[in-house]
T-cell receptor
Framework: AQSVTQLGSHVSVSEGALVLLRCNYS??????LFWYVQYPNQGLQLLLK??????LVKGINGFEAEFKKSETSFHLTKPSAHMSDAAEYFC??????????????FGKGTLLTVNP | DAGVTQSPTHLIKTRGQQVTLRCSPKSGHDTVSWYQQALGQGPQFIFQYYEEEERQRGNFPDRFSGHQFPNYSSELNVNALLLGDSALYLCASSLRDRGFYEQYFGPGTRLTVT
């Protein structure tokens, strides 16, 4: 069974500061990994994904994440926070074996607050 | 290119009633998944439809059922509503032959059960 743990339900940073949102996963097979962002009263928007190949993946809005198999982690970073980054962020894992039909398992989310 | 659409946006129902939520997938997509997002939680997988059949189901009771139509749109039905069914219901579509089944989400339907 897959699971996702997001460390820190709430992260607060100053505008211009580094953003680091932590995600650890558990999966019996090599996973696909995703970060989604959710703005208030909206659905989920895909920020970035890891499937195969390069372990450092770049996404939209200046975000990037690094897949570290040895640490079972997929932390999300952005060098300089902007006020518009304030939102809820979800890490998700998908089993790449065909039998599971690729359902997404989400973490509980991290609320990012950006202070002026 | 139209994205995933869901209707209605908001819905208020009374305990014991039945509700139907609708989803139209992104153009070109053939697979629809439904998720329930309770307040303050991450989305939880309900079930997935492909070729008009339920292919996988999460840990939800039989009160939750669904359907997929030949045009790939989908419905989620919930019977005998409970207060605990109050949540944001998200539909996600994907293309099965894509290789990694990236899922695109709609804006959701906010269901309130009173």
């Amino acid at each position: 069974a897959q699971s996702v743990t997001q460390l820190g339900s709430h992260v607060s940073v100053s505008e211009g500061a580094l953003v680091l949102l932590r995600c650890n996963y558990s999966s019996s097979v090599p996973p696909y990994l995703f970060w989604y962002v959710q703005y208030p009263n909206q659905g989920l928007q895909l920020l970035l994904k890891y499937t195969t190949g390069a372990t450092l993946v770049k996404g939209i809005n200046g975000f990037e994440a690094e897949f570290k198999k040895s640490e079972t982690s997929f932390h999300l970073t952005k060098p300089s926070a902007h006020m518009s980054d304030a939102a809820e962020y979800f890490c998700a894992v998908s089993d790449r074996s065909g039998g599971s039909n690729y359902k997404l398992t989400f973490g509980k989310g991290t609320l990012l607050t950006v202070n002026p | 290119d139209a994205g995933v659409t869901q209707s209605p946006t908001h819905l208020i129902k009374t305990r014991g009633q039945q509700v139907t939520l609708r989803c139209s997938p992104k153009s070109g997509h053939d697979t629809v998944s439904w998720y329930q997002q309770a307040l303050g939680q991450g989305p939880q997988f309900i079930f997935q439809y492909y070729e008009e059949e339920e292919r996988q189901r999460g840990n939800f009771p039989d009160r939750f059922s669904g359907h997929q139509f030949p045009n790939y749109s989908s419905e989620l039905n919930v019977n005998a509503l409970l207060l605990g069914d109050s949540a944001l219901y998200l539909c996600a579509s994907s293309l099965r032959d894509r290789g990694f089944y990236e899922q695109y989400f709609g804006p959701g339907t906010r269901l309130t059960v009173t």
